[in-house]
């Protein structure tokens, strides 16, 4: 299934059912008012939504109408929690290397994650304020997932059937502001603004092969200013989403509506580009002995933009401008 929520006045917007192809819609308020009451009450809810989408798809709704990103928040507008991780050891060694940074002992067998805002997430074609460009504004395409209420302790493999939606996120970043609050040691807070969503929420099972060992095995296309920086894939990841929930559900449970982030999506190979500015820097540094690529400034847009092989998006679009507040 596919589900977006258009602007409707209201702070958690109203659920819509979205064909395949993304070209038409049709709300589901007659199911569930919004997402997150969807996700809590899934079980209850999720065969009429199947039946909702079937007939979409089928061209059985006549009340159907155009698919319309531009009306679209983030699917969830606000959750009950953002966790985001950095699963993708690439961009993790670069940073060690380029920063010679000891190296951490546990990097390979614990997650990194840290608890970020959910109280504003931002659509996919809103501006995006800032208060300072020298802050270094930053990108960071990522996939994430949306989970149902996770008991605590449970265990990788039993995690992943917990995953309810897959999203495409650009989780923006501050740059010269991270690493004070590192140093601190007490956590991001102000280098971590709202993050945004692509318009498209799915079910996993829309991704067939493509959604496979608890990773999204597609590329995520990132561009600046209309030139392609990144076309990473997110089968590297070396933590599956099942670890990374087995992580964050080992003291606490997680309750339903709950994001996980996956990190920068990251490839070894350099060919396939960098999915934040502060990798395509990194790597910079380290093959020419500087850095060159600016950080964004007002009027800069980023469009990301995850692709099957057919070429069809199936989160849809993240297309956003850099705007002073």
Known sequence: MKFA???????????????????????????????QAALDDWD??????????ARLNAGEEPFATRFQPERCLAPLP???????????????????????????????TI??????????FRGPLAD????????????????????????????????????????QINDWSLRAVGPREMRAGFGFLQAKPSTAFA????????????????????ALHVEINGREV?????????????????????????????????????NADRAAGSSCISEIRVIELLDEGAARTPFLTWGDRVRMEARLPDGSAPFGIIDQSVVKA
Not at 245 to 250: E, G, K, P, T
Not at 253 to 262: D, F, Q, V
Request: hydrophobic share 40%; charged share 20%; net charge negative.
């Open 230 to 266: 990144g076309r990473a894939n997110g089968r590297e990841m070396h933590f599956s989403f099942g670890e990374l929930i087995a992580h964050c559900a080992d003291t606490r449970k997680l309750s339903a509506g709950t994001i996980l982030g996956s990190g920068t999506v990251s």
């Open 5 to 35: 929520t258009y602007h409707d006045g209201s702070r958690d917007g109203q659920l819509w059912v979205v064909s395949r192809d993304l070209t038409i819609a049709i709300p589901a308020t007659g199911i569930a008012p919004t997402l």
């Open 44 to 53: 209850m809810v999720s065969p009429d939504l199947e039946a909702l989408y």
């Open 78 to 108: 606000r959750a009950p929690q953002w966790l985001d991780a950095s699963a993708f050891l690439n961009h993790g060694r670069l940073m060690e290397e380029a920063f010679k940074t000891p190296q951490n002992p546990d990097f390979e």
């Open 199 to 218: 318009p498209v929420a799915i079910t996993p099972d829309e991704l067939g092969p493509y959604w496979h060992n608890g990773r999204v095995g597609i």
């Open 128 to 167: 995006v304020e800032f208060p300072d460009d020298a802050l270094w504004i930053d990108m960071e395409g990522e996939f994430g997932v949306v989970l149902s209420e996770v008991p605590m302790r449970t265990g990788a493999e039993q995690a992943e059937a917990h995953i309810r939606l897959l999203v």
């Open 111 to 120: 997650p990194l994650v840290y608890q970020g805002a959910s109280d504003d």
